[in-house]
């Protein structure tokens, strides 16, 4: 006997497996039938999961899908690095909003 599993998931990823399935000779269910089977036989995910090595430029890491953003580019991470080492060593000029307004004038 069997039993019916609801499972939810975006309509183009559903999509997508469904051909590839489809290739392998086998539909959804059965396909998910043999990942389950390998999970319990193994007792754990029976592939590797795992995050994306993240990013470092500058000593800091770049958010993922931020890779290409000039934010992050190197020689601005410097030059951020570097104003961030002349505020903490007190090498700035701090005015209030009504200071800047009166410079723009």
């Given at each position: 006997?069997?039993?019916?599993?609801n499972i939810r998931?975006?309509p183009e990823l559903?999509?997508?497996?469904?051909?590839?399935?489809?290739?392998?000779?086998?539909?959804?269910?059965?396909?998910?039938?043999?990942?389950?089977?390998?999970?319990?036989?193994?007792?754990?995910?029976?592939?590797?999961?795992?995050?994306?090595?993240?990013?470092?430029?500058?000593?800091?890491?770049?958010?993922?899908?931020?890779?290409?953003?000039?934010?992050?580019?190197?020689?601005?991470?410097?030059?951020?690095?570097?104003?961030?080492?002349?505020?903490?060593?007190?090498?700035?000029?701090?005015?209030?909003?009504?200071?800047?307004?009166?410079?723009?004038?």
């Amino acid at each position: 006997m069997t039993q019916n599993v609801n499972i939810r998931m975006e309509p183009e990823l559903k999509k997508q497996a469904e051909e590839l399935f489809s290739e392998l000779g086998m539909n959804m269910s059965t396909a998910f039938t043999i990942f389950v089977r390998q999970a319990v036989r193994q007792r754990k995910i029976p592939f590797e999961i795992s995050a994306p090595k993240p990013v470092i430029r500058a000593g800091y890491p770049v958010p993922p899908g931020e890779e290409d953003d000039p934010f992050y580019s190197k020689k601005n991470l410097r030059h951020l690095q570097k104003a961030v080492k002349e505020v903490e060593a007190g090498k700035v000029v701090k005015k209030n909003m009504e200071e800047l307004l009166e410079m723009e004038k």
